[in-house]
């Protein structure tokens, strides 16, 4: 038997990332930057002005008080997008719109609150009386101030959210190279697995496993799409496999995987596709797994047991670390913490288990129905409790390590 850590050892050294692509900013997003971007131009680009106002020459207006306002003739109006040329000479005042560009000659931007709002009619012929003084450079967002020509906009290893979307619009750049999200490809095998939605015959029962991989896929930040299921044919599930190796980075199967059963057809189906390795991992739930590699492009797979729980720990621990190292990030791993334990908990002799528990701040309570086919228990968890291999009872009142479900 091979240890939880060893087993996630093997996939993670296993596991190549997969090629970076160019991709529009929206694509891009969830992917991690495999370039540096530096600003090809200045931003902001040019000065301009951060409110709505009056652009004048600072010094002119230094003595303007509300009882001895400066008036002052507006010789021109520029808005934000205004491309043309726009100069104050002292003494007189320009309006001006928020993010328009500074008149050459301006070094201060007077709030409009701080005026009549230029009373006298529109320019030319209009006049504006300020109320109040400004220091130069008020109101003004100066060119380069956020990033200056030959910054670093995102240094390469950068995962792509909306924040970092919008900057590397604001700078310019309609698209990035990028390791994009995973494309995972999800089925359940098993002749006993009916549709949700449609009725079921007595002996059999309806796929839950690959509707919560899925997701749980999706929660992670994969691309995925499910497949649905398979019978528990060794010649369909391998045409089923090669089919979804063309539009997939990764593959999930459940099912299938127990040690010796006639029925469990994942491992014929396999060895005419690549190497993949079954193993028994020291765990509850989820002992047997198998992982490799199928396909020209050796895509990797997990083959997962079909108990729903087990199914579910196991992506946890050993899928969702791997979906990150296929962007060449760290390794994911569910947060951990310590809590005290509600109540006693038994362990299995030589596995570590995960034991379903909600957590309420310093305390954690095991749930009852800790068997690896009880989806009801696992729906109202949030944490699972880790119990060490040779630990084989937690008392209440005892600390103990606990993971965090997302
Ligand atoms: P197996 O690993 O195929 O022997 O399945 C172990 C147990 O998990 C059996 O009780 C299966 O019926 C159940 N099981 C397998 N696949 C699924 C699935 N996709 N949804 C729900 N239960 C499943
Ligand atoms: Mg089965």
């Not at 496993?209 to 997701?215: H, P, Q, Y």
């Not at 908990?345 to 690896?372: D, E, I, W, Y």
């Amino acid at each position: 038997m091979k240890t939880v850590d060893e087993h996630l050892e093997a996939i993670l050294t296993a596991i190549e990332p997969i090629d970076s692509i160019e991709l529009g900013l929206l694509e891009a997003e969830g992917g991690v930057l495999t370039e540096d971007v530096t600003a090809s131009h200045p931003l902001p680009s040019f000065d301009n002005s951060a409110m709505d106002g009056y652009a004048v020459r600072a010094a002119y207006l230094s003595g303007a008080t509300a009882w001895h306002p400066v008036t002052l003739p507006v010789v021109g109006e520029v808005v934000a997008g205004d491309t043309g040329a726009y100069a104050v000479i002292p003494g007189t005042a320009v309006r001006i719109t928020t993010g328009a560009q500074l008149p050459t000659g301006a070094d201060a931007v007077i709030p409009v609150e701080w005026t009549d709002a230029g009373a006298g009619g529109r320019p030319p012929g209009a006049k504006v009386q300020v109320r109040r003084a400004a220091d130069a450079g008020h109101a003004i967002r100066h060119s380069g101030e956020d990033l200056q020509a030959g910054d670093q906009v995102l240094a390469a290893g950068t995962v792509v959210g909306p924040m970092q979307i919008g900057l590397l619009a604001a700078a310019g750049r309609g698209a990035v190279r990028v390791r994009p999200r995973p494309r995972v490809a999800v089925l359940s095998t098993g002749n006993e697995l009916a549709e949700p939605g449609s009725p079921v015959t007595m002996g059999r029962i309806w796929d839950s496993n690959s509707f919560m991989l899925t997701a749980a896929a999706r929660q992670a930040g994969a691309l995925a799409h499910r497949h649905g299921t398979v019978p528990d044919d060794a010649h369909e599930l391998m045409t089923t496999i090669e089919d979804e190796l063309a539009r997939a980075d990764v593959l999930i199967t459940s099912g299938g995987v127990s040690m010796g059963g006639v029925h469990d057809v994942v491992k014929d189906a396999l060895s005419g596709l690549g190497s993949v390795e079954f193993s028994k991992v020291a765990m509850q739930p989820g002992m047997p797994q198998g992982f490799g590699t199928v396909g020209d492009d050796r895509t990797p797979i997990f083959t997962l047991p079909g108990n729903p729980v087990s199914a579910y720990v196991s992506f946890q621990l050993f899928v969702r670390p791997a979906l990150s190292a296929l962007q060449g990030t760290d390794p994911q791993r569910l947060r951990t913490t310590r809590a005290v334990l509600t109540d006693p908990l038994p362990s299995p002799a030589g596995k570590r288990s995960f034991a379903r528990a909600v957590l309420n701040g310093g305390a954690v309570t095991p749930l009852a129905g800790q068997g690896s086919h009880r989806l009801a228990a696992l729906a109202r968890a949030n944490a699972l409790i880790v119990v060490p291999e040779q630990v084989e009872r937690l008392e209440a009142g005892e600390e103990a390590e606990v993971m965090c479900l997302p």
